[in-house]
T-cell receptor, first 112, second 115 residues
Framework: GQQVMQIPQYQHVQEGEDFTTYCNSSTTLSNIQWYKQRPGGHPVFLIQLVKSGEVKKQKRLTFQFGEAKKNSSLHITATQTTDVGTYFCAAKNAGNNRKLIWGLGTSLAVNP | GAGVSQTPSNKVTEKGKYVELRCDPISGHTALYWYRQSLGQGPEFLIYFQGTGAADDSGLPNDRFFAVRPEGSVSTLKIQRTERGDSAVYLC?????????????FGAGSRLTVL
């Protein structure tokens, strides 16, 4: 079945450093969503990317969708302790399937 | 309501018992999803409702799991003869159905512990 690979699994950074997590699929995606889950919390929607090569920004967060619509990245500039949590990508394949395929997430720890 | 509401927030039960977990989605959201999340893992899809009907139940692990949404709003996930391996956080999410762009709003989850 379709899988979405997310790397790295864990990332430990010093406050102020940048952070990037990547999502890769072997098949073409219809769209990709990013969610953030704080420790002890539930996933919260961040952004959705639909178009090939799309780039969206939310303050210090930059989201990209690859030209081939098979990969995506989330980049955080100058991390803060409030960025701590697990970042998940969730994607739909190009077929008419409403089921999102979730990556395993990247857990981000930020040292103050 | 303003958000997705799940009850109970915590449930401790003994192996072999029956449990029900309830989800009250955002008013007007026609799509409702159940996921299960174990520690350190991503959400695992269980079942999806469009209105009252289960549009996709392919994620239910076995026939001990069943979910209903009789009036197209509140949903109940039912687990019979619970096993220790059923221990997890059960997440409910709802979304507006719009061109297949299902942005999910999650509830806080129901943490199930089977002793």
């Amino acid at each position: 079945g379709q899988q979405v690979m997310q790397i790295p699994q864990y990332q430990h950074v010093q406050e102020g450093e940048d952070f990037t997590t990547y999502c890769n699929s072997s098949t073409t995606l219809s769209n990709i969503q990013w969610y953030k889950q704080r420790p002890g919390g539930h996933p919260v929607f961040l952004i959705q990317l639909v178009k090939s090569g799309e780039v969206k920004k939310q303050k210090r967060l930059t989201f990209q969708f690859g030209e081939a619509k098979k990969n995506s990245s989330l980049h955080i500039t100058a991390t803060q302790t409030t960025d701590v949590g697990t970042y998940f990508c969730a994607a739909k394949n190009a077929g008419n399937n409403r089921k999102l395929i979730w990556g395993l997430g990247t857990s981000l720890a930020v040292n103050p | 309501g303003a958000g997705v509401s799940q009850t109970p927030s915590n449930k401790v039960t003994e192996k072999g018992k029956y449990v029900e977990l309830r989800c009250d989605p955002i008013s007007g959201h026609t799509a409702l999803y159940w996921y299960r999340q174990s520690l350190g893992q991503g959400p695992e899809f269980l079942i999806y409702f469009q209105g009252t009907g289960a549009a996709d139940d392919s994620g239910l692990p076995n026939d001990r799991f069943f979910a209903v949404r009789p009036e197209g709003s509140v949903s109940t996930l039912k687990i019979q003869r619970t096993e220790r391996g059923d221990s997890a956080v059960y997440l409910c999410a709802s979304s507006l159905e719009w061109s297949g762009a299902n942005v999910l709003t999650f509830g806080a989850g129901s943490r199930l512990t089977v002793l």
